[in-house]
């Protein structure tokens, strides 16, 4: 089996609940348009209005022989996101650099590492105060995973991990389940996703810290996800909030993909207007 990285355990009930891949809840206004120039240099211009605020966004893509380059620029800002990766450079290692141009102190390395017995991610900032993060997946048995994380800050004498985690995992064909303890240890997160048919799944999530009082909260959502006969995708959740969101997506022939995606409140419907956001992805 191929190991999933630290980050990686519970992806599934995230993308039900939130959505990373697709069907990304979001209530603003976008428009995306993707090509690709004769050399290979892949372009997405992209239109976003949140709220009063319009923002344009262009990413350029390059990649070759297992190279990839990406560049981010942003209306309104004078720095450009870069982040550059090259796969293989050994069996199973990968390594990236990523910056915020260019502002030299935002540099990081980060090394990915994956064995069948195991996945490591390693980063470390390159500026002058850089902090640096190690992170560890194992399967103990079939489907079973353990992982940690920490991070630390070079700079300081003393030493000591700024923060830590620990992750235990089943990751199964039809279900899902991740335990992290986060912060230190201080706070528990639970997920847990099941697809119980072909194109469908059930997701949960509950987060509380782990320390005692009655002013403990407990913070939790569920969602339901599903493939309709039409291949559009639909999605609803609720969370302890009592907000409710929707979301349908739908891919045309041509390729272009649209989405709407509704968010309100189910306790008071009338204390506040609904959320509606609306993307539209040309190809």
Known sequence: ???????????SAREVLVGTREGVYSFDQKATLTTKT????????????AGDK????????????????????????????????????????????????????????????????????????????????????????????????????????????????????????????ALRLTDRLSTARLSVVHNYARGKALAAEVSRPLHQ?????VDFAVGIQQRLNNGALFKAKVDHLGVASLLYQQTLQGGERATLAAQLDALSPGSKPPKVGLAFDLA
């Not at 089996?1 to 992806?11: H, I, K, N, P, Q």
């Not at 064995?115 to 190690?134: C, D, E, I, N, Q």
């Not at 009082?213 to 909260?217: C, E, K, L, Q, R």
């Open 213 to 217: 009082g009655s002013a403990v909260s």
């Open 54 to 177: 319009a923002d344009l966004t262009l990413k350029t893509t390059y990649s070759r022989d297992g190279f990839d380059l990406n560049a981010l620029f942003k209306t309104g800002s004078d720095s450009v996101d870069v982040i550059a990766r090259a796969d293989n450079l050994a069996p199973g290692l990968r390594a990236s650099i990523s910056a915020t141009l260019p502002d030299t102190q935002s540099g990081k390395l980060t090394l990915d590492y994956n064995h069948p017995f195991g996945h490591a991610t390693a980063a470390v900032g390159l500026g002058a105060r850089p902090k640096a993060s190690l992170a560890l997946t194992t399967a103990v048995y079939t489907n079973f995973l353990l992982g940690v994380e920490g991070a630390v800050d070079v700079s300081k004498s003393s030493g000591g991990l700024d923060d830590y985690s620990v992750v235990a995992g089943y990751m199964g064909p039809d279900s899902q389940i």
């Open 38 to 49: 004769s050399d290979g240099v892949g372009l997405v211009l992209g239109a976003i209005r």
């Open 1 to 11: 089996m191929v190991v999933a990285a630290f980050a990686e355990v519970g992806r």
